[in-house]
């Protein structure tokens, strides 16, 4: 397998990880678990790093996204 091949499928991965993670936490949000809500917060910002760490993501787009899914989360409570 050639290495671009093998990259896009490690970050395809991984961008579809924090889709889904990010799906549940808007679940919840939209549930009125609040508290749920803030302990997967602190599950997507860790996913997130990780995914910038491996190239997956951009930074900025990584801590953009967090910023505004906290924003959400604050403006719920």
């Known amino acids: 397998m050639r290495?671009?091949?093998r990259?896009?499928?490690?970050?395809r991965g991984a961008k579809s990880r924090l889709h889904t993670i990010?799906?549940?936490y808007l679940e919840l949000l939209a549930?009125?678990?609040k508290d749920e809500a803030a302990k997967q917060l602190r599950t997507i910002s860790s996913a997130f790093d990780k995914a910038v760490k491996t190239g997956?993501?951009?930074r900025a787009t990584?801590?953009?996204k967090k910023s505004r899914l906290a924003l959400r989360l604050a403006k719920a409570k």
């Open 62 to 64: 990584a801590d953009r």
């Open 22 to 24: 990010e799906m549940s």
């Open 3 to 5: 290495n671009s091949a």
């Open 56 to 58: 997956a993501v951009h």
């Open 31 to 33: 549930a009125g678990k």
């Open 7 to 11: 990259k896009n499928l490690r970050n």
